[in-house]
DNA sequence: TATTAGCACTCTATTGGGGCGAGTGCTAAC
DNA sequence: GTTAGCACTCGCCCCAATAGAGTGCTAATA
């Protein structure tokens, strides 16, 4: 469904000015605020088509016009599909401080801080997800008895660690063996890779270190699931500000919904699927069952592979070309400071 | 200041039937649904008594009363001083589910929540810090040319790493040398007893390891900061549900002051010296500037180490009889919980 | 002397009406 | 096709009136 060009200046400025202000536009303001060469009757006329279009709507009779989600959709098709042209960035973007964070969790936690500062909504940012990260070290530390601690360390410095209990005692000395082996048929390997060869080698030489390497692999697989954890979100009380969340009981509803860490994983993770920015308006995402929200989301990558996913939370009257910039503008940032530490890993 | 003990009662009754319902209490409410026998005339001249004393306030002229700071003070006080006989535990707690994390972290999340259901209000954990717990083994790790990875275990199971750069080249095997040596020396030691130790070492043998021990000490300072990470916040939308909190003012005053958590934690810290349940009422504690809310906190051991703190926020006006025994009884378990951790890690 | 009944008084919350203003939709003129 | 004019609608705000809850005081009572 294609508008008149006129009809589509006239949209655009009625949404303009309702995401700018929050109140419904009426066609004495729109007139005065944006230069038609139109009386405000002819404007009257025009928004009345694109009401009838399915656009715009009507609060009540003797109100101005606001956006449809059909109507911010239009909206939003135009912004993006012009907004390669987006070497004028922000200002305030600039001027922003970049994200310092020296372990990866801090750095999430910084980005999706970021995101709320910049965007004032909620910022959220889902932990990277390596499936396709490469591996740079296996180690097992034996601790006490049959305890022995697994260490996957990834080239984005990532460290995670699993204890496990062994059925056989083996020594630190065969550890540290069976350690140097892996990393030598392993490095440099992606995780479905790694849990690939373990297999194959768990069939190659099934006397030797089979327990050992049967742990390993469970521990591979638990390592690779996601948690709660993965999920940050800063500046949820940001949205506290926008009057649509005036309402206590939508207010509430959008707190329960944050604190559902899970399924804010699932949602966001789900949203994305191809790369570059997704915008999702109101009710088109049937997974965030808060009303009035609308989500900008995009995802970055270490090195060529996307792993992972960020973006912002806010209603659906929300600043969108700037939040649009600014969302992108945070994956770039975290693609770049995670290939800094991916190359910095691999120097060595 | 004492009251006589009629005064006490019906101040008691006073606070009982507020909390309950919410309202300010009136002469005749508090003379139908409490059975003193005596007419709602004797009873507002009681009540203005206990209002020149300060322990209850009129909202205006014509409204029923409603406990201040102080009232509640002594409403708790009196609670906590005959809360040794709290062996018929509530229902509720004794069929709700226990806590089954694996690891340190999930535990602590999911206590949070615990907390915050039976509670109806926020619950907040503070994950365990162990000056005093003991450390169970260093191990280093050499990853790739003069990075080593330094692992520190404690006797809880909770295992945080930290990354260096060496001046020198060590290989793994004089790392596992001085990491068994160490082992040998600080073995169930404190961590402040492991720090002075490593002081000690580094003046004894000054030309060896040096650069590792600096570093190890390094590191081990850092690891044993706490950052914003030790917070678990569980169910702060259960605050929202409260009336206190239909202003929407107060409601971002309130978020705003769960995201920084870094305030939180020393506000917790702080807050509990001694051992036991304490209760902090309204305006009581400054450190929290929201108004209208009290805390109600104790703290968890390790073994006969005091490690943590837990605890409830909610509003001032909560069921203090209830969360109570809720913070008591997390506490507790909460100990057992990683008392047996302890066993299970020393028993090997 | 402590308690109680009675009563005037105070203050809040609610309800309903009136006026204001913004904005529309329609019609007729340009 | 555009515009001016105008009647009409409807939400919002302000105000006054009212009901109701609860107090404080006084005088009577046990």
């Given at each position: 469904m294609d508008l008149e060009e006129r009809n589509k200046k006239v949209l655009q400025a009625v949404i303009d000015s309702y995401i700018s202000t929050g109140a419904p536009v009426g066609s004495n303001v729109l007139c005065k605020r944006y230069d038609?060469?139109?009386?405000?009757?002819?404007?009257?006329?025009?928004?009345?088509?694109?009401?009838?279009?399915?656009?715009?709507?009507?609060?009540?009779?003797?109100?101005?016009?606001?956006?449809t989600d059909q109507g911010y959709r239009y909206y939003i098709d135009g912004l993006i599909s012009t907004s390669n042209e987006v070497d004028e960035i922000d200002g305030q973007i600039r001027q922003a401080p970049t994200l310092q964070g020296s372990d990866v969790k801090e750095l999430m936690a910084e980005a999706s801080q970021f995101l709320a500062t910049l965007s004032h909504c909620a910022g959220v940012v889902i932990a990277p997800n390596e499936p396709e990260g490469q591996y740079k070290h296996i180690e097992f530390v034996r601790l006490r008895g049959r305890e022995v601690l697994i260490i996957f360390v990834t080239a984005t410095?990532?460290?995670?660690?699993?204890?496990?209990?062994?059925?056989?005692?083996?020594?630190?000395?065969?550890?540290?063996?069976?350690?140097?082996?892996?990393?030598?048929?392993?490095?440099?390997?992606?995780?479905?890779?790694?849990?690939?060869?373990?297999?194959?080698?768990?069939?190659?030489?099934?006397?030797?270190?089979?327990?050992?390497?049967?742990?390993?692999?469970?521990?591979?697989?638990?390592?690779?699931?996601?948690?709660?954890?993965?999920?940050?979100?800063g500046g949820a009380s940001q949205m506290l500000e926008s009057p649509e969340f005036a309402n206590v009981e939508k207010m509430r509803a959008l707190f329960k919904a944050f604190e559902d860490k899970y399924k804010l994983l699932k949602l966001l993770d789900r949203s994305v699927t191809a790369e570059g920015i997704?915008?999702?308006?109101?009710?088109?995402?049937?997974?965030?069952?808060?009303?009035?929200?609308?989500?900008?989301?995009?995802?970055?990558?270490?090195?060529?592979?996307?792993?992972?996913?960020?973006?912002?939370?806010?209603?659906?009257?929300?600043?969108?070309?700037?939040?649009?910039?600014?969302?992108?503008?945070?994956?770039?940032?975290?693609?770049?400071?995670?290939?800094?530490?991916?190359?910095?890993?691999?120097?060595?």
């Open positions: 038609f060469g139109l009386s405000p009757a002819t404007l009257r006329n025009i928004m009345a088509e694109l009401e009838e279009k399915g656009f715009l709507s009507h609060p009540h009779t003797s109100a101005g016009r606001i956006p410095g990532t460290v995670q660690n699993k204890l496990i209990d062994l059925d056989e005692r083996i020594s630190q000395h065969e550890l540290s063996y069976f350690s140097s082996y892996l990393d030598d048929e392993l490095e440099q390997r992606t995780l479905p890779e790694v849990r690939r060869r373990l297999v194959e080698q768990m069939q190659e030489q099934k006397q030797v270190f089979t327990g050992l390497m049967e742990e390993t692999y469970r521990a591979s697989q638990e390592v690779q699931g996601r948690d709660k954890e993965t999920v940050f979100i997704k915008v999702f308006i109101g009710s088109e995402n049937p997974y965030f069952e808060v009303q009035g929200c609308s989500m900008v989301v995009s995802n970055y990558r270490v090195g060529a592979n996307v792993v992972g996913t960020l973006g912002v939370i806010g209603p659906t009257r929300m600043q969108y070309k700037q939040v649009i910039q600014v969302v992108d503008y945070t994956a770039k940032l975290l693609s770049r400071l995670l290939g800094e530490r991916l190359q910095k890993g691999l120097d060595r």
